[in-house]
């Protein structure tokens, strides 16, 4: 009776140690998992403006790989372009009669290239306003 008995010990002791052993390395890649898709993204916060009027602001998640501005602005609204240009965001279209286009810039700074071309860093911040463009 008593070798049952330390058989049966053995045997949940061995048990106990394995679960706890397999619970601990499912924890770890988890978490190993969520750092590396962490150290993979960047974020860049979006602006859009009618004017002087703010109409949305989003903080956007971009694979740190290749971002460009358009990436993060069709995650986060409805874009139209016609040859390049972006001619719609989120239903709010360009005038080109009355000279009112949308624009952009980064970080405070006029954009030198158009959105699809133009790269982002993380903690960037992007901001496209439909404006009369004066000459």
Known sequence: MKTINKKIATILTT???????????????ATSNKQTT???QITVSYTLKEGKKTLDFKKIKLPKKNPKVMNGLQKGWKVKQTKGFIT?????????????????TINGKW?????????????DKVKFTLDKVKN
């Open 15 to 29: 048990t106990a140690i394995f679960s706890f052993t397999l619970t601990g390395c499912a924890s770890h890649s």
């Open 38 to 40: 962490a150290n993979k």
């Open 88 to 104: 719609s965001i989120d239903g709010k279209s360009q005038n080109p009669k009355k000279k009112i286009y949308w624009t952009y």
């Open 111 to 123: 954009a030198k290239k158009g959105a699809a071309e133009q790269n982002v860093k993380n903690n």
